[in-house]
């Protein structure tokens, strides 16, 4: 888990979901985390979805502060997947050639489950539903600062990369 930089722009803390429809489309999809302090979560499948089998979570607590008074103290430990599902990808799908990322919006709750999922980058119809209803299954060992589950929301990648069997 690696920290990027947080922006410095002024954000009221935010207990609920983002809206993801004030996100331009060329804007990166971490722009909806900016102003927090953001980690990165590389998480390996050996999934059905794509060759590389990674999962890329971008998180931030999700109440905390813009200004120093009011960012939470401590370390923020990351989520940890205790149950993964892959989402679907239809032959039919592989058939086309539809391949890429769909990439959506989550809240990850202190008591582990998933909620609020929103989509951010659309990829076909059919797997942007999947990658829905996969990460809806998710569980996870929650986030936590200061020992305290707490409440994160995060960007989640989910690629979709075709890749033939093994002869």
């Known amino acids: 888990m690696s920290s990027l930089p947080a922006k410095p722009e002024a954000m009221n803390p935010r207990k609920g979901p983002a809206n993801v429809a004030d996100l331009g489309p060329s804007d990166p999809p971490e722009k909806i985390l900016s102003g927090k302090e953001v980690y990165t979560l590389d998480v390996n499948l050996p999934n059905l979805t794509s ?70 980058r659309k990829l076909d119809p059919r797997l942007d539903m999947n990658a829905i209803q996969a990460l809806a299954q998710w569980k996870f060992r929650p986030a936590a600062r200061g020992g305290k589950p707490v409440d994160i929301e995060a960007v989640v990648h989910i690629p979709f990369k075709h890749h033939p069997p093994e002869p």
């Open 51 to 120: 060759a590389s089998g990674s999962w890329i979570l971008n998180f931030a607590q999700l109440d905390e502060g813009s200004t120093p008074f009011n960012r939470p103290s401590g370390t923020l430990s990351g989520p940890v997947p205790i149950l993964k599902v892959d989402p679907k990808y239809p032959p039919e799908t592989i058939k086309e050639n539809i391949e890429g990322e769909v990439v959506l919006y989550a809240i990850i709750r202190a008591n582990g489950l998933v909620d609020s999922i929103q989509l951010v």
